[in-house]
């Protein structure tokens, strides 16, 4: 890497971004093409992301990653935002062109070209989609234009019923979308005939790895299961999805594909998707063994 004056750097600003897989795949992505950039991260706190806006302006960073708690917050502060992003309501990545910050949200495509990659296209399909946060509205918005029918289940029912009327209002009231308490209940009978499922819930997330949102009965062999989860990597949905002959996705699979996303809007150029996958899968595989040896260690005191 020959780091000068005139190298571009991108960043990711959240809290907490210390686990963040994300400077391990874009740095990889720019050496693998040659390309003059690095990739850093920065925790920021809510009380100062109107410094950092006002730090990327003056150190003229070239891009930037926005996770959470600050998706939202970090709005009033650019200077415009893409058709996609405007209508979502929430920022993932920002352009500086030119001295202008502009917000993207790349959650949606992110998801999108998971599936497609995954070989199931979500065009045409019956999807559930559980959960109604962040996650679950930006990838919403991308399903609800081109699947047959979305449904989402909520643990708190009005939060997916606001869901559905921002769907409708914004993407107009022909389009098929139900919303249901997250229960039992509603996921048997939802998913009989769904095509897809997919988890943008934080349940089965480390350290509650022993948990699923959906119990093992209701999946079956000709069901997609894509999980936003990616810590553990194989969460116990997807692993019993796996058992009953699912397909599975995993959360890195969307992690990757958004971040290509985010990387094509810095650079204008195609992401090397390959390339990113090994690089975080490495790392994950570091992490694990350094994390056994600390507990072999520990064990040997
Ligand atoms: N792979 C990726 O690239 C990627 C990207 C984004 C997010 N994610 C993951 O996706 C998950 C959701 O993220 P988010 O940003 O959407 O979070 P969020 O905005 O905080 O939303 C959390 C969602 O999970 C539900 N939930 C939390 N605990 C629950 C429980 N015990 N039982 C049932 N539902 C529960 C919440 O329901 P209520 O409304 O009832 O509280 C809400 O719908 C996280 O695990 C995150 O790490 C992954």
């Known amino acids: ?161 606001d869901l559905k009327n921002v769907l409708r209002r914004v993407l107009g009231n022909e389009l098929r979308i139900k919303a249901a308490p997250l229960t039992d209940e509603y996921l048997k009978k939802e998913l009989e005939d769904a095509d897809i499922l997919i988890n943008a819930t934080s349940v089965g997330m480390k350290p509650n790895s022993d948990d699923t949102p959906v119990k093992r009965d209701y999946l079956r062999k000709d069901l997609v299961v894509f999980d936003f989860v990616y810590e553990p990597l194989e969460t116990r949905l997807l692993r019993e999805a796996r058992l009953a002959g699912a397909k599975v996705i995993d959360g890195l699979s969307m992690l990757i594909h958004q971040g290509a996303a985010s990387f094509r809007i810095w650079t204008g150029m195609k992401a090397p998707v390959e390339i990113m996958m090994d690089a975080a899968l490495k790392r994950i595989k570091q992490l694990k063994s350094s994390a056994s040896n600390n507990v072999k260690e520990d064990a040997a005191l």
Do not use: W
């Open 1 to 161: 890497m020959n780091l000068s004056g005139k190298t571009r750097i991108c960043a990711l600003i959240g809290d907490p971004v210390e686990h963040s897989l994300s400077p391990v795949i874009q740095n990889a992505a720019f050496k693998h093409l040659g390309l003059d950039y690095i990739y850093l991260a920065f925790n920021v706190r809510a009380d100062r992301l109107k410094d950092a806006v006002s730090g990327i302006r003056a150190l003229n960073m070239h891009g930037l990653n926005v996770t959470m708690p600050h998706k939202i917050a970090v709005i009033k502060y650019l200077d415009g935002l893409d058709e996609t992003a405007s209508r979502v309501g929430s920022v993932n990545t920002i352009l500086n062109s030119d001295g202008r910050l502009i917000g993207y949200t790349t959650d949606g495509v992110g998801a999108l070209n998971a599936l497609k990659s995954a070989d199931a296209d979500p065009s045409g399909k019956k999807v559930v989609i559980l959960g109604a946060g962040g996650s679950s509205r930006a990838v919403s918005f991308t399903l609800a234009e081109i699947a047959s029918e979305l449904v989402i289940l909520n643990r708190t029912f009005d939060r997916a019923k």
